[in-house]
């Protein structure tokens, strides 16, 4: 025993323990699905801008059912590293779309109309450009909100 006397029945205290390891089960599947739901949306838009349904992608993917599918959407199944490779070649997306916060690739149209926008916004006012990005910021709320819930 070292100098300082450990005691091996110690618990840690209250406070600690609860940080460390949930006590109750369901807070544990809580904690896990907050830090799953960035893949599972990610993999769920990937989907959607497909336009396949889960037994589609299931199809695809080789791997797993519709409702597996759907369970990692939700961030009720956690998909192995091989899951989401199967899935992103399945949904022609880049592995890292899938695990990363990474911005949507544009093509080359909406390329070029996000620029002529841009052109015709940088002469107008001051006051109206607020307006407008308040109005953008309504409609990306509103088509989040409509986006669906499949």
Same mark, same amino acid.
């Given at each position: 025993?070292?100098?300082?006397?450990?005691?091996? #029945?110690?618990?840690?205290?209250?406070?600690?323990?609860?940080?460390?390891?949930?006590?109750? $089960?369901? %807070?544990?599947?809580?904690?896990?699905?907050?830090?799953? #739901?960035?893949?599972?949306?990610?993999?769920?838009?990937?989907?959607?801008?497909?336009?396949?349904? $889960? &037994?589609?992608? &299931?199809?695809?993917?080789? !791997?797993?059912?519709?409702?597996?599918?759907?369970?990692?959407?939700?961030?009720?199944?956690?998909?192995?590293?091989?899951?989401?490779?199967? =899935?992103?070649?399945?949904?022609?997306?880049?592995?890292?779309?899938?695990?990363?916060?990474?911005? $949507? #690739? =544009?093509?080359?149209?909406?390329? !070029?109309?996000?620029? &002529?926008?841009?052109? @015709?916004?940088?002469?107008?006012?001051?006051?109206?450009?607020? @307006?407008?990005?308040?109005?953008? #910021?309504?409609?990306? %709320?509103?088509?989040? /909100?409509? /986006?669906?819930?499949?």
């Amino acid at each position: 025993m070292n100098s300082v006397g450990l005691n091996h #029945q110690a618990v840690a205290p209250r406070h600690l323990s609860s940080c460390l390891v949930p006590t109750n $089960p369901e %807070r544990l599947n809580m904690t896990r699905s907050r830090r799953l #739901q960035p893949i599972a949306a990610r993999v769920r838009a990937a989907r959607l801008a497909a336009g396949l349904t $889960p &037994a589609e992608l &299931a199809e695809r993917a080789g !791997r797993l059912t519709g409702t597996e599918i759907v369970n990692v959407e939700v961030g009720r199944r956690v998909p192995t590293l091989a899951v989401l490779a199967d =899935l992103a070649r399945a949904l022609n997306v880049p592995l890292p779309s899938l695990v990363e916060d990474t911005p $949507p #690739q =544009l093509g080359e149209d909406d390329d !070029r109309a996000i620029r &002529a926008l841009a052109e @015709r916004l940088r002469a107008l006012d001051p006051k109206v450009l607020l @307006r407008a990005l308040g109005l953008l #910021q309504a409609l990306v %709320r509103a088509a989040e /909100e409509n /986006e669906p819930q499949g």
